[in-house]
């Protein structure tokens, strides 16, 4: 959606709003609540989203006594924002840690609140099969559709490669570390937004979240390109059943945008890999081409600050045109953090090309 429609839709961006929902019951700012900022974090990354909240309450109120109730270590926690009239739901987790600091004086109370989204949870459990064997499809399904999961998001798992969906002899790390590890391995995307988990490869089936359609909106705006990581191709190699030696290669793809005259001429040499776990020709040439992918992927950052938008998420597409010939173009959103304090409500994020 273009921002110049976006600025239509929120009458300007006036009135920005949110609902924090903790323990079933609404925490709004009124009489003896202040809020002073919150700040929710969502990535692609191999971490969980975060949301962390200060506020200042004072228990003679009945408004405060609302959010002295409901903040509970464990309890779901879902926020949505937006401004008046489209409020959307951008986070779903759980209470990880909170700190009363006690006035004493019998003045107001400060409330600080850290909530992790459902991959957080991920890193404290533990499926009790652990040594149970099944194809690697099976293994994410059991993982991601655990009780303490599907309480705050729902799995969205695309199809993982027949050739690597094969029995899979789970070891002894944690949950999220093998979600981690496969995702990795595959070159999937493994994060969670609103109360979705997904897990599932990058990029095919994302969609355009919002596009800049010259600087309306926009408060900073910058692109990072590196040759760091970079290479002409990616080749694998491996030995099947027979001991016969098995090897792929994807050559890099012609890149696009400013600057791309200087860059082939930079990049002589292929990065190999070895890969024990390889016993096809299938899977060398599979994982030759999603690791190329990555690693173009890598090489071109674009880094923003705007104006409060729901819409940007991870997983999702950003594109930016009528501005420069080095920052126009079309980004995979990685990481974005929603801010709302008394300066009102900002966007920032990062996307890769």
Not at 83 to 107: I, K, N, R
Not at 196 to 202: D, I, L, M, S, W
Not at 203 to 216: H, L, Q, Y
Not at 246 to 271: K, P, Q
Request: charged share 20%; proline share 3%; glycine share 8%.
């Amino acid at each position: 959606m273009k921002f110049s429609v976006l600025y239509d839709k929120y009458n300007g961006f006036r009135t920005p709003t949110f609902t924090l929902n903790v323990s079933g019951r609404t925490l709004d700012v009124v009489s003896g609540v202040q809020l002073e900022s919150m700040e929710c974090r969502l990535t692609t990354l191999c971490e969980a989203g975060t949301l962390t909240l200060r506020a200042e309450l004072d228990s003679s109120t009945d408004g405060a006594n609302v959010w002295l109730e409901s903040v509970q270590l464990g309890a779901v926690c879902t926020l949505s924002l937006g401004y008046v009239g489209t409020e959307q739901v951008v986070f779903s987790g759980f209470v990880y840690d909170v700190v009363w600091d006690d006035p004493l004086d019998h003045a107001r109370m400060i409330l600080e609140m850290t909530c992790m989204d459902v991959r957080g949870q991920l890193m404290l459990s533990s499926c009790s099969d652990a040594g149970a064997s099944r194809t690697l499809s099976q293994l994410v399904r059991k993982l991601l559709n655990q009780s303490c999961c599907t309480r705050m998001a729902t799995a969205q798992i695309q199809t993982i490669p027949q050739d690597w969906d094969l029995p899979f002899q789970r070891t002894g790390s944690t949950d999220f570390e093998i979600l981690c590890s496969v995702a990795d391995f595959l070159c999937f995307e493994f994060y969670t937004y609103a109360d979705t988990v997904y897990f599932g490869p990058a990029r095919d089936s994302s969609e355009t979240a919002v596009t800049f359609d010259g600087p309306n909106g926009l408060i900073h705006l910058s692109r990072r390109r590196s040759l760091a990581g970079q290479c002409a191709g990616m080749a694998v190699s491996s030995a099947d059943d027979k001991g016969e030696r098995i090897y792929a290669r994807e050559a890099r793809t012609t890149d696009n945008g400013f600057g791309v005259d200087h860059i082939e001429s930079a990049l002589i040499l292929d990065r190999l890999e070895a890969e024990p776990a390889i016993r096809t020709m299938a899977q060398a040439q599979y994982l030759a081409k999603q690791r190329m992918n990555k690693c173009q992927h890598h090489s071109s950052m674009l880094l923003g600050q705007c104006t409060g938008l729901p819409e940007l998420r991870p997983g999702r597409f950003v594109e930016v045109t009528d501005l420069s010939q080095q920052v126009n173009g079309s980004y995979y959103i990685q990481t974005v953090i929603h801010t709302i304090d008394e300066t009102g409500f900002e966007t920032s994020f990062e996307a890769q090309e």
